[in-house]
């Protein structure tokens, strides 16, 4: 009975440990897909982006599948259904985040990202049914009272508030993630691998994108596509593709295998800390009201997660 139980105690701290390393690894790569995304829009457009990389990620992923569990391995393991819920949820998910950073500043995207664990749990709650953890009000105003300085600061101090939008889509976007990451552990089979999850999620999600640009390129809303980028471009939307949407796909699978979606989304706040490292390398400095707004959407996300460990 004594080795049942320190087998399960070593078996739960490999877990945790597998969980924190994964969710660390992930927030690395996302951080630094933000001011990259940011710089590939100036060269693609962001219909026309999205496609090429989740195709990337899905024959990057598809490839490691292959060499590690076999050639069977690629077949989809949900139903028809399913599988066109699931890839559309992250489809949704891609193209709505790409349009975010185009339309807010890199560093505004990262403070309001910050509050990633409220808004993961009230998708939580409305899906499953968990209900928010107490503390929950008071990380709430925080975050509210943060965004709000963060997109003033943004605005340059003219004295008016003005929104460009990409804020609320922000704020969307991890909603619209946090159903895929419920989707993705509840519908596969227990033993299939994180790694064919992401995979499978991968594949489908190429043609709801490519049906997405044509339906936006024939409405105008987006432009032509820029069939001839140049090196450095080609070599960002690689990097991204197999880094961030690939990898960071994978890894953040282990994690919420691992530890829950709840507390992925809690590590999800060291993704506006690597954002903002990795976009002063290419000249984009905070201004002083959003370092400001930053830290306040900080305090109320580290409150939640300060109430839960206290516990």
Request: glycine fraction near 10%; aromatic fraction near 12%.
């Amino acid at each position: 009975m004594t080795v049942e139980v320190g087998t399960a105690a070593e078996q739960a701290r490999r877990a945790a440990w597998t969980g924190l390393a994964a969710f660390l690894v992930t927030s690395l790569f996302w951080g630094a897909n933000l001011p990259l995304t940011a710089v590939l829009l100036r060269t693609f457009d962001p219909y026309w982006l999205t496609p090429w990389r989740l195709l990337l990620a899905a024959i990057v992923l598809g490839a490691v599948v292959w060499l590690t569990e076999g050639r069977a391995a690629l077949r989809i393991g949900l139903s028809w259904p399913r599988f066109w819920l699931l890839s559309l949820s992250i489809s949704l998910f891609f193209t709505d985040y790409v349009l975010a950073l185009r339309y807010t500043n890199t560093i505004t995207a990262a403070a309001v990202m910050a509050g990633a664990p409220i808004y993961a749990v009230i998708t939580l709650w409305l899906i499953t049914g968990t209900r928010p953890e107490r503390g929950f009000g008071v990380a709430l105003v925080l975050t509210l009272i943060g965004s709000a300085i963060t997109i003033y600061g943004q605005a340059g101090g003219t004295g008016g508030l003005v929104l460009q939008g990409g804020e609320v889509l922000v704020v969307l976007s991890i909603v619209l993630w946090t159903v895929y990451s419920i989707l993705a552990q509840r519908w596969f089979a227990a033993r299939t691998s994180q790694l064919r999850r992401a995979y499978t999620a991968s594949l489908g999600s190429v043609v709801w994108l490519f049906l997405f640009w044509g339906i936006s390129r024939i409405t105008g809303l987006a432009g032509p596509p820029n069939v001839s980028p140049d090196g450095e471009a080609i070599l960002w939307v690689v990097l991204t593709a197999v880094f961030a949407t690939a990898l960071g796909n994978f890894t953040w699978n282990i994690g919420v295998s691992r530890l829950g979606i709840a507390m992925g989304s809690l590590w999800q706040n060291a993704v506006p800390v690597f954002g903002v490292l990795i976009a002063m390398l290419f000249g984009i400095y905070p201004q002083p009201e959003q370092i400001a707004g930053g830290i306040l959407v900080m305090a109320g996300a580290l409150y939640m997660q300060w109430r839960r460990l206290s516990r």
